[in-house]
């Protein structure tokens, strides 16, 4: 199997991204504790499967090789041996309606 993105990683991504849209609307309580059967909806804290984690490594790495390999693509094709952001801006709008 490839080498894919570190589980620990995404999720503390997925932390700051929780924690920040808590401040905006302070309604999502992140905290790294199961939930409780007597814990509201509101108070809940927002976590991660294991098991999500690591299909969202797996996608993460798929998304970045697809990226690559169309960038690439793109660069022989203009006959150049290094990848520029501008080839992966020509190739992200159809990447993004892909995925």
Wanted: proline share 5%; aromatic share 6%.
């Amino acid at each position: 199997m490839d080498a894919t993105f570190d589980p620990d990683l995404i999720h503390a991504i997925f932390k700051m991204v929780w924690s920040r849209r808590a401040e905006r609307n302070e309604e999502i309580d992140v905290v790294d504790v199961e939930v409780g059967a007597g814990t509201s909806k509101k108070s809940r804290p927002t976590t991660a499967n294991p098991s999500a984690l690591r299909v969202s490594c797996e996608l993460l790495r798929l998304f970045v090789t697809e990226a690559i390999e169309r960038t690439a693509i793109i660069a022989e094709a203009e006959g150049i041996n290094k990848i520029e952001p501008t080839q992966l801006e020509r190739i992200l709008p159809q990447l993004l309606l892909d995925f």
